[in-house]
């Protein structure tokens, strides 16, 4: 089964696609959902499923080897990276800890500096103890 079958995109979270594309795809890797070596859907094959831009899955892509996530072999397509690749997540990191990754990323991808984004975080978790207090 393709991990990314049941993936849908969320076109009122105001974030850009191709962030959504390379953050749900990193996360398939970091939760194990994807291994070392297995084969990702082509670009324009995963784009088709989408049905969005190839230039926007090529973006999320790019970003995503960049990082060290997958690496793109001409002509046989692209795979999930060895984790020791340069930029690549530990392998002891867990999928809560790819998730922070990915906030922090996004975060910071909009402009956020890193004192911004410990105090929404913080701000967040103040919101959530008052929720649960009342309840």
């Known amino acids: 089964m393709n991990p990314l079958a049941s993936f849908e995109l969320d076109y009122n979270s105001g974030l850009p696609v191709w962030i959504q594309v390379k953050n749900r795809i990193a996360y398939l890797i970091g939760s194990g959902a994807y291994r070392t070596g297995d084969r990702l859907p082509t670009v324009r094959a995963l784009a088709v499923d989408l049905d969005i831009s190839y230039n926007t899955v090529n973006r999320a892509y790019m970003d995503l080897e960049r990082e060290g996530y997958i690496s793109t072999r001409k002509g046989r397509g692209t795979f999930?990276?060895?984790?020791?690749?340069?930029?690549?997540?530990?392998?002891?990191?867990?999928?809560?800890?790819?998730?922070?990754d990915d906030l922090i990323r996004t975060c910071a991808n909009a402009g956020m500096a890193d004192d911004d984004i410990l105090a929404l975080v913080q701000a967040r978790l103040g919101q959530r103890r008052v929720m649960s207090e009342r309840a």
Do not use: M
């Open 80 to 100: 999930v990276a060895e984790r020791h690749a340069v930029g690549a997540t530990l392998a002891t990191d867990s999928p809560v800890e790819l998730l922070v």
